[in-house]
């Protein structure tokens, strides 16, 4: 599983019930994560997995699976993912779902129609959706989401103007939680292969980004060295802020240092901070 794979997945367990609620048109009043973790000869884990209920107190697992590409033994896996489910939870009813958030072209299928089996489950394509839908919610969790969207013609660049600008206003002064949205919002961008130059934004918008105190992105101004290294802060400190989520999560050490390029013997003074 690449690095882009894994850190976007973790984006969607964080902002789980603003997925159900905008892309599925679940309106969920709780969720509580499942482990996900089957043992057969090998390690499977589902990407998400959540006992939810809804406004009506209708309670029933949930099951999302998150692609960034195209995969032509995905309704087989599904199926798959579903009998470990059944058997895990039974009597449980289960609501199964793909949302693709890859650059290509969706080209995987919703089931398996055999003379032996009906199987179905629902196929969502972020590249269909409006990213105006949600671009004018009131939760940055949604807001984030908008880039992965049909930007119907729109620039990137006025999008991602639009995201950061209301994400400033949501968060008002609350320069940490505005940080990890903007960490989220990088990774997203780079998930559509849309450069996202933080500071550049920052700039357009007449914001000091030294005026946010806990958003550092690089202090030095001036000479190319300064700027070099303001730029490496930067990288830094999203890795460190990437590694706390995934150690919150109970990646591995191996896992974590794949995905962020920190150092090993960094990580237990990084969970210290937490």
Do not use: W
Not at 154 to 175: E, G
């Amino acid at each position: 599983m690449g690095q882009k794979d894994i850190i976007s997945k973790q984006i969607f367990k964080r902002i789980l019930v603003d997925v159900a609620t905008y892309i599925f048109n679940l309106p969920l009043a709780a969720a509580e994560l499942i482990e996900t973790e089957q043992q057969r000869l090998e390690d499977r884990r589902a990407d998400l997995l959540a006992r939810v209920s809804d406004h009506s107190g209708k309670t029933f697992i949930l099951h999302i699976e998150i692609q960034n590409q195209n995969q032509k033994d995905m309704p087989d896996r599904m199926l798959r993912y579903l009998t470990d489910i059944r058997l895990c939870h039974p009597g449980e009813e289960v609501c199964q779902y793909l949302l693709y958030i890859g650059k290509s072209a969706l080209a995987m299928p919703g089931h398996i129609q055999t003379p032996q089996l009906h199987y179905r489950y629902t196929v969502l394509d972020m590249h269909e959706m409006d990213y105006r839908f949600f671009i004018t919610q009131n939760s940055p969790d949604a807001i984030v989401l908008a880039l992965l969207c049909d930007l119907q013609g729109t620039d990137a660049k006025t999008v991602i103007h639009d995201i950061i600008t209301k994400l400033i206003a949501l968060t008002q002064d609350d320069s940490k939680r505005l940080r990890e949205y903007l960490s989220m919002l990088e990774i997203l961008a780079s998930n559509r292969n849309i450069h996202l130059d933080i500071q550049q934004e920052f700039a357009m918008l007449q914001i000091e980004i030294e005026k946010l105190p806990s958003f550092i992105l690089g202090q030095k101004k001036g000479i190319e060295r300064g700027i070099d290294m303001g730029m490496d802060m930067g990288e830094r400190n999203r890795a460190i802020m990437v590694a706390k989520q995934l150690i919150q999560r109970n990646f591995s050490v191996t896992e974590i240092v794949e995905i962020t390029g920190l150092d090993a013997s960094e990580l237990p003074f990084i969970d210290e901070e937490r």
